[in-house]
Nanobody, 115 residues
Framework: QVHLVESGGGLVQPGESLTLSCAAS????????MGWYRQAPGKQRELVAR???????YYLDSVKGRFTISRDNAKSTVYLQMNSLKPEDTAVYYC?????????WGQGTQVTVSS
């Protein structure tokens, strides 16, 4: 079982930045591949970025060059730095193991990009 708490979302204008954080309560966090997912209204949840236990990263094409995923194993926390935000980035953002997520999800954090 894992407890995930996302934070850092908000309302920003196009072109601005946000940093999301996800604190995970689970032993052996450092051995997990973790990811950030997002779900926009009326759309399926999608994997946006993933970071392996070894630090390798993957990004959805639409966020490459704008988003950066990182982790701090000592704090059992994964981050998502989001730059040059676009209206189409508006969604609820979640973290979870990736690509195979745990059944339980956190509440997510809302990111709204609007002028």
């Amino acid at each position: 079982q894992v407890h995930l708490v996302e934070s850092g979302g908000g309302l920003v204008q196009p072109g601005e930045s946000l940093t999301l954080s996800c604190a995970a309560s689970r032993l052996l966090f450092s051995s997990l591949d973790m990811g950030w997912y997002r779900q926009a209204p009326g759309k399926q949840r999608e994997l946006v970025a993933r970071i392996s236990s070894g630090g390798s990263t993957y990004y959805l094409d639409s966020v490459k060059g704008r988003f950066t995923i990182s982790r701090d194993n000592a704090k059992s926390t994964v981050y998502l730095q989001m730059n040059s935000l676009k209206p189409e980035d508006t969604a609820v953002y979640y973290c979870n193991a990736a690509p195979q997520a745990f059944p339980s999800w956190g509440q997510g954090t809302q990111v709204t990009v609007s002028s």
